[in-house]
């Protein structure tokens, strides 16, 4: 791909096209003759293209560019316990297709590394895209990580220590980089909010909870990239006693499996096999649907779980002086309608600073599909950009 001017370059072009070899040569500090062998470079790579002409201040016509959207790819995967995810996202920041497998449950990753990468082939195959225009894949793998690893994901059976960037790059022989699912999640959240948000958290709901951090319109990523544990916060007094001692951690009150089991003691749900993440993902749905159609044993399960989260929301939005709050994950969609009734009003009414500024409450933008939309940013920025916190999706 060249050096880091020329990433700096189509980097500026997709965050801003139509822009003009001047403004290139202005943002970056470049000269112009050095802007226009890069912009030159770049549209023989098929990259970029001209985009027509633009009237500046002083009266000149000057040429404009933007990307060519099919110039480059790269692929977003996203590994739940319960289901793997992919996106495969163009050079300007769309999905072009999606596709999701049941994440296989035999004990250890083996098959689940196999079924990925038949899933990748299958994806970029569908789209009828060169291997060569794939930039890389990017990972959205539940923590902890540390250094290209996945170190012993609790919902993961047998996994270990799996060295999943390395493992991934030899069968797929494409670049790979992994980062924690709440982290690419709130990359994805970042970059589709287009310079709209810059203090925020991002509450991930999936098979586990978890939290993903941006300030000052950075992600935030801790001393060891694990930032976001949020799982033995309490949002519950009376809640379920815990493995950490305490009572009512959100890492129980609010992860589906708990509600699902909670649900058929009740009556409300059929017996589930709870070790099958994806059945429980499923029977979550159906308790969902149950809430929404005003089961009164199904909402309180549900509400319960939301009233948790919102304590833990609230109480993030006081440490971190947040102004916002997105909620997401795999299973938002099913929980959307009951925590957005409920969740807004109790975050809301527990900031302490409530007399400076508000929290807004919000679900994500980018569907059950943004932690692996997230991951495919991570490849974009680790491509085209110097800074991948502040590229823009387009709205
Ligand atoms: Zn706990």
Known sequence: MGDYNQLLVLDLVRRDPGISRVELSQRTGLTAQTVSNICR????????????????????????????????????LH????RTTLVLMNLAGEVEDRTSIP??????????????????????????????????????????????AVVGPPN???????????????R???????????????TGELWAGGGTLSDFAFIYLGTGIGAGIVLDGEVKRGSSDNLGEIGHLSGDADGPRCTCGGRGCVAI????????????????LPPVDLD?????????????????????RAEE????????????????????????????????????????????????????VGEVHGVGVRGTTLGEDGGAIGAACLVMSSVASARSDHLLLPR
């Open 41 to 76: 470079r770049l549209v023989d790579a098929g990259l970029i293209e001209e985009a027509g002409r633009k009237e500046a201040d002083t009266g000149a016509r000057r040429t404009v560019f933007q990307v060519v959207a099919g110039g480059q790819y790269s692929v977003g």
């Open 79 to 82: 590994i739940d316990p319960a």
């Open 103 to 148: 994440t296989p449950t035999t004990d250890g990753p083996e098959d689940a590394l196999a079924a990925i990468v038949d899933a990748v082939g299958a994806l970029v195959r569908r789209a009828g895209v060169p291997l060569p225009r794939v930039s890389g894949v990017g990972v959205s793998a539940p923590g902890p990580v540390q250094a290209d």
């Open 156 to 170: 993961l059976r047998g996994w270990g220590v799996v060295r999943l960037r390395e493992e991934l790059e030899r």
């Open 172 to 186: 797929l022989g494409l670049p790979v980089v992994l980062e924690k699912d709440t982290i690419a999640a709130a």
């Open 253 to 268: 009150t609010s992860a589906p499996v708990h509600l699902v089991a909670a649900a058929v003691d009740a009556g409300t």
């Open 276 to 296: 099958d993440f994806l059945g429980v993902e499923r029977a979550l749905g159906r308790l969902c649907a149950l809430a929404d159609a005003g089961d009164e």
């Open 301 to 352: 399960i549900v509400g319960r779980s939301a009233r948790a989260i919102a304590r833990v929301a609230g109480n993030l939005a006081n440490i971190l002086d947040l102004d916002t709050v997105v909620l997401g994950g795999p299973n938002w969609p099913a929980l959307a309608p009951t925590y957005l009734r409920i969740v807004p009003p109790i975050t809301a009414s527990l900031l302490t």
